[in-house]
Structure formats: structure tokens, C-alpha cells
T-cell receptor, first 110, second 112 residues
């Protein structure tokens, strides 16, 4: 069965650079969530989209932005990267039941 | 706001021991409750879920019962295996389904 696809799987960026993470939800899922998981931490909710509109917002820094496109894929844009942004970024999708998570993108800021 | 509290880890058990990981929640409305598992180096996977009071979710020998009166969803397994070593997250999904809130995670180590 199709799962949530995230790309890239690994990303290394320097401080103050920009990064774009992509998420492709399970077909026919209309809701996408983004989570940030720091080393040894629980996943922290960043933002979610329902039918291409932002539906909820968590602890997402102003330096980050996200959107959901007409094909329901989503992109998380991160600017002015800081060392503390190094984390595993999960995307999840749902169709009104449980969330299905992607494998995550591991971002390392050096 | 909604929140999830689960027991701190790490939990270290010998193979075939009984496992309980406590989870309690606060929420308005009628949330769905979940346990997710994260194996080393992997993403989060749904382990089991319950969508209403008194429902019991079960999978791979793990069980959890949605207790509205005690606002709890404790995870149990009668006999753990080394392969169960992972981090376990209790979570709830708000009534609208727009957000899943996670507990802090409990790391389980199972020794042979």
C-alpha cells in the first residue's frame, strides 16, 4: 500500500541557509501535518493543512513557512537556518482517521 | 488545551516480562487515542488505537483500553521480546481530527 513519502531523507545545510522539505501524502488523504522531533525529544506539532488551507498551527518559528498544493503534497520551507533546527522532520497524512507518518527528513545544520 | 502525559523512561525489562506503560490525557470533547512506536532509526508507526470509551485496541500482543472515567490509555503486553525495544508514544487526536498530540515518549529496553 502507498505510504507517506518524504524527500529528501537526509539534508545537510549550513547556518543561515534555506531548506525545503517535501511531503507526499497517501492518496485521497486531505490533511497533512508537520512535526519536528529534536534528538531524544517527542514530536512537536508545527502546522497542519486541510484541503490546502492551514487548519492548525503549533510551535512553528516565523522563519518557517509551509503550504499544501493542489495535488495535496506539502512543502515546509525553512529559512535562516540555525543549529537548533537540526532535527527529524516528520510529515503525516490522514483522511479523518489515524495519522500515517512518513519516514522523516533528517536535517542537520552545521 | 489538550495534553498527554506518559510515564518517564527508560523502562528496562527482561525478555518475557510483563509490560505496562502508563498514559493519561486531558481533552475536551471525545478524542481518539493512539499508541505509536518508533523503532531505532525509523519513523513513527501506529501500534494500536481506540476511538471511543471502553474500546480496546490491540496489535502484536500489545493492548490498551480507552478509560474515560480515569482518562487513561495504558499500554500493556504480557510477554515482551527483545524486538519490542523501541520508543512508545501515547497520542490523542482532537475531535476535529486536525492535530495529533503526543506524549513525551517512553523508551523500552528489553534484555535477552
Amino acid at each position: 500500500a502507498a505510504g507517506v513519502i518524504q524527500s529528501p531523507r537526509h539534508l545537510i545545510k549550513e547556518k543561515r541557509e534555506t531548506a525545503t522539505l517535501k511531503c507526499y501524502p497517501i492518496p485521497r488523504h486531505d490533511t497533512v501535518y508537520w512535526y519536528q522531533q529534536g534528538p531524544g525529544q517527542d514530536p512537536q506539532f508545527l502546522i497542519s493543512f486541510y484541503e490546502k488551507m492551514q487548519s492548525d498551527k503549533g510551535s512553528i518559528p516565523d522563519r518557517f513557512s509551509a503550504q499544501q498544493f493542489s495535488d495535496y503534497h506539502s512543502e515546509l520551507n525553512m529559512s535562516s537556518l540555525e543549529l537548533g533546527d537540526s532535527a527529524l522532520y516528520f510529515c503525516a497524512s490522514s483522511g479523518r482517521t489515524e495519522a500515517f507518518f512518513g519516514q522523516g527528513t533528517r536535517l542537520t545544520v552545521v | 488545551g489538550d495534553s498527554v502525559t506518559q510515564m518517564e523512561g527508560p523502562v528496562t525489562l527482561s525478555e518475557e516480562a510483563f509490560l505496562t506503560i502508563n498514559c493519561t490525557y486531558t481533552a475536551t470533547g471525545y478524542p481518539s487515542l493512539f499508541w505509536y512506536v518508533q523503532y531505532p532509526g525509523e519513523g513513527l508507526q501506529l501500534l494500536l488505537k481506540a476511538t471511543k470509551a471502553d474500546d480496546k485496541g490491540s496489535n502484536k500482543g500489545f493492548e490498551a483500553t480507552y478509560r474515560k472515567e480515569t482518562t487513561s490509555f495504558h499500554l500493556e503486553k504480557g510477554s515482551v521480546q527483545v524486538s519490542d525495544s523501541a520508543v512508545y508514544f501515547c497520542a490523542l487526536s482532537d475531535t476535529g481530527g486536525f492535530k495529533t498530540i503526543f506524549g513525551a515518549g517512553t523508551r523500552l529496553f528489553v534484555k535477552a
